[in-house]
């Protein structure tokens, strides 16, 4: 079956524009994650949703950053008047349930804020 | 103090090696348990859960010592294939759920 799905692949800004940046879940499942990661770093939780619940937004790092979940599915992160260091993969994770569930990842997608 | 430490290698192993990594975390009231594998600019993919007996599959031995606070993986029989960063991941619930990501161990398998 389809797996998640990220958009776009590839996304270059320049410096103090807004960026949305999507994720299309494996259908039913019912748990999201975004998180970045820098070149050669770790993966930096920002935020995650978990069915009709409110989100965790405590990864967001400033506000600047905001997502939202529509209809429990698709989901987009939107970066308001990028800067350099926002520049990073970008990537979503879906679950099944609870985050004791194997995450699915997205192939993430690659912003460069210039 | 990271929340998840892992020794950030390289590990520059031959074939045939056994290799393992150890992932410290800090707060004991942490719940699951998984090791999962990136490869160079690629999605991480999950390797394997890590249970408080101990699991293996195939060449792949994942241990949880609570008591220690620390999570293992031995790889025996390295493969070139096995290149990669593993990424060891810790769950809690404390007053809301997060997931905790390790910054990864990187693993050079040389024939």
């Known amino acids: 079956g389809a797996g998640v799905s990220q958009s776009p692949s590839n996304k270059v800004t320049e410096k103090g524009k807004d960026v949305e940046l999507r994720c299309d879940p494996i259908?039913?499942?019912?748990?999201l994650y975004w998180y970045r990661q820098s070149l050669g770093q770790g993966l930096e939780f920002l935020i995650y949703?978990?069915?009709?619940?409110?989100?965790?937004k405590s990864g967001l790092p400033s506000d600047r950053f905001s997502a939202e979940r529509t209809g429990g599915s698709v989901s987009t992160l939107t970066i308001q008047r990028t800067q350099q260091e926002d520049s990073a993969v970008y990537l979503c994770a879906s679950l099944k349930g609870a985050a004791d569930y194997e995450q699915y990842f997205g192939p993430g997608t690659r912003l460069t804020v210039t | 103090r990271k929340e998840v430490e892992q020794d950030p290698g390289p590990f520059n192993v031959p074939e045939g090696a056994t290799v393992a990594f150890n992932c410290t975390y800090s707060?004991?009231?942490?719940?699951?348990f998984f090791w999962y594998r990136q490869d160079c600019r690629k999605e991480p993919k999950l390797l394997m859960s890590?249970?408080?007996s101990g699991n293996e599959d195939g060449r792949f031995t994942a241990q949880l010592n609570r008591a220690s606070q620390y999570i293992s993986l031995l790889i025996r029989d390295s493969k070139l294939s096995d290149s990669a960063t593993y990424l060891c991941?810790?769950?809690?619930?404390?007053?809301?759920?997060?997931?905790?990501f390790g910054a990864g161990t990187r693993l050079f398998v040389k024939a």
């Open positions: 707060n004991s009231a942490s719940q699951s």
């Open positions: 949703f978990q069915g009709n619940s409110a989100p965790d």
């Open positions: 890590v249970y408080s």
């Open positions: 991941v810790v769950n809690k619930n404390t007053g809301g759920f997060k997931t905790i």
């Open positions: 259908s039913g499942h019912t748990a």
